[in-house]
Every structure is written in structure tokens, then in C-alpha cells.
């Protein structure tokens, strides 16, 4: 696949509160994005991304993944939310400029609920990790 540059055609998400800059891979299993930290990103403190900004990161990478898979079926984009965060590990805050890659891998799926090992890349350095279950479709 082509890298995907318009990362808003894959996200319910809206700016200001994008948390990734495109999307380098997906199949059914992996997904992969890259994010270069600005400045202006509504997470960053003292030119450092918070914690929360890492998850986020990682969440809107599944997000992107389903898209994706989304738009090559000719299917909406559905929503998602967060549903538990497990063994979240954070070795280093990335500081603005730096370029970040994040890659989630798909380790089960039930229901409306998928499962999956996210983590996250600057350079070769791993700086953040945890499983996310994600709630995919409407709360109501």
C-alpha cells in the first residue's frame, strides 16, 4: 500500500486533536503511522509530549487501521473509544520535532471489542507500550 498522507479521510478525530500525521501501513493484523510532535499539539508540555498524548497516539493508530480497511470496503468510518489500557509502560517523553513511528498488531477481537499490543518508535528506541482494548461502534 501507498502511504496515506490525508489522515482525516481515516479518523472520526478532528483537528485540533489529531494525533498522528499519516498512515504507512495497514493490513487486517498491523497498522503503522508516523507523527512528527509540533508544537501546537494540545498535548505537548514544556516541548514534551505527555503520556496521554502517547495513548492517544496509539489509539488514533487502531482508528486509522480500521479507516483504512473502511474505505477499501467502500464502508463508513465507525467510531471507537478506549475501553482498558493494560501494562502502559512510558521509558521517554518524545520532545517537539522528533518523529515518531507506532505500530499496533491485532491480538484478538470479540464482539464490538478489539484487542491489541501498541507501541511506540523514535528511531530505534522504544518509548512507550501497552495493550489497548478498543470499543469499536456506538455507545448507545
Excluded at 483537528?15 to 501501513?25: K, N, T, V, Y
Excluded at 487486517?28 to 507523527?35: D, F, G, K, P, S
Excluded at 501498541?118 to 455507545?139: H, K, M, P, Y
Amino acid at each position: 500500500m501507498e502511504p496515506v498522507n490525508d489522515i482525516l479521510e481515516l479518523l472520526p478525530h478532528r483537528p485540533p486533536f489529531i494525533m498522528i500525521g499519516e498512515l504507512l501501513f495497514a493490513d487486517n493484523l498491523q497498522t503503522r503511522t508516523a507523527y512528527t510532535l509540533s508544537a501546537d499539539n494540545l498535548l505537548v508540555d514544556n516541548a514534551k509530549w505527555s503520556e496521554a498524548g502517547l495513548l492517544e497516539n496509539m489509539a488514533q493508530t487502531v482508528a486509522a487501521g480500521a479507516g483504512y480497511r473502511a474505505k477499501q470496503a467502500d464502508l463508513p468510518v465507525q467510531t471507537g473509544y478506549i475501553a482498558a489500557v493494560k501494562n502502559f509502560e512510558v521509558t521517554h517523553l518524545p520532545q517537539v520535532g522528533q518523529r515518531l513511528v507506532t505500530e499496533t498488531i491485532l491480538k484478538e477481537s470479540v464482539a464490538n471489542i478489539i484487542v491489541v499490543e501498541a507501541t511506540v518508535w523514535r528511531d530505534d528506541r522504544l518509548i512507550a507500550r501497552c495493550e489497548l482494548n478498543i470499543f469499536v461502534g456506538s455507545q448507545s
